[in-house]
Nanobody, 118 residues
Framework: QVQLVESGGGLVQAGGSLRLSCAIS????????MGWYRQAPGKQRELVAS???????NYADSVKGRFTISKDNAKNTVYLQMNSLKPEDTAVYYC????????????WGQGTQVTVSS
């Protein structure tokens, strides 16, 4: 059974930094895409950043230049380094893994709260 467990969320002042981690366990396909999503109260869940097993990276425009996604294959862990945080970054952050083969199974973590105070 595949499990994703996020950690690293918390309360930080505007301008501060946090690093989120997503530990992945279980049997997964060797080719996949891992992503960080976030959902603020009353808003839809949105993609923040993603990285493939081939190291192709994508960022939402709102976080470009401030957030960095990376992975440690040996630890089966994906990270999201968040710098220059803004109050509008406040949300629950979720980690997702999608296998790059049919039927493209998706696995989600439970989420971690990030709160940025002004």
């Amino acid at each position: 059974q595949v499990q994703l467990v996020e950690s690293g969320g918390g309360l930080v002042q505007a301008g501060g930094s946090l690093r989120l981690s997503c530990a992945i366990s279980g049997s997964i396909f060797s080719r996949n895409v891992m992503g960080w999503y976030r959902q603020a109260p009353g808003k839809q869940r949105e993609l923040v950043a993603s990285i493939t097993t081939g190291d192709s990276i994508n960022y939402a425009d709102s976080v470009k230049g401030r957030f960095t996604i990376s992975k440690d294959n040996a630890k089966n862990t994906v990270y999201l380094q968040m710098n220059s945080l803004k109050p509008e970054d406040t949300a629950v952050y979720y980690c997702k893994l999608q296998e790059l083969r049919l039927p493209r199974r998706e696995y989600w973590g439970q989420g971690t709260q990030v709160t940025v105070s002004s």
